[in-house]
């Protein structure tokens, strides 16, 4: 049960899209500043495939637990293409929000009548 709770604290936050927005899940924040603060280690997508093989392999050896080791593998075969194209975890950053310029939203009257 343990090693579902490190899987868990580890997928639960998404990674920012290198296009376009990522839209944050509820209480994101404060598991990204967990997996923020093993820097390389939970960032590297080599590692994720990795440590989800490792725990893929003892679940195996149960008839109960078979269907979380096929879900584990293929975790692991996809961080590990992942890694191959080079991607990598990014932390979701919350942008300071820019107040809009008031001279630039007022309405100018039309100059012809």
Do not use: D
């Not at 390389?40 to 893929?56: G, M, Q, S, V």
């Not at 269907?67 to 293409?81: E, M, N, P, Q």
């Not at 950053?93 to 007022?106: D, L, S, W, Y």
């Amino acid at each position: 049960s343990a090693a579902g709770v490190l899987v868990c604290l580890l997928e639960y936050p998404r990674s920012r899209r290198k296009k376009g927005s990522t839209m944050e899940r509820c209480g994101q924040k404060y598991l990204t500043a967990v997996v923020k603060l093993f820097g390389p280690l939970t960032r590297n997508y080599y590692i994720r495939a990795i440590l989800h093989a490792a725990l893929a392999v003892p679940a195996g050896f149960l008839l109960s637990t078979i269907l979380g080791t096929v879900c584990l593998g293929i975790a692991s075969g996809i961080y590990l293409l992942a890694a191959v194209r080079g991607e990598e975890w990014r932390p979701i950053e919350q942008k300071p929000r820019e107040r809009p310029q008031v001279a630039g939203t007022i309405k100018q009257p039309p100059s012809n009548p």
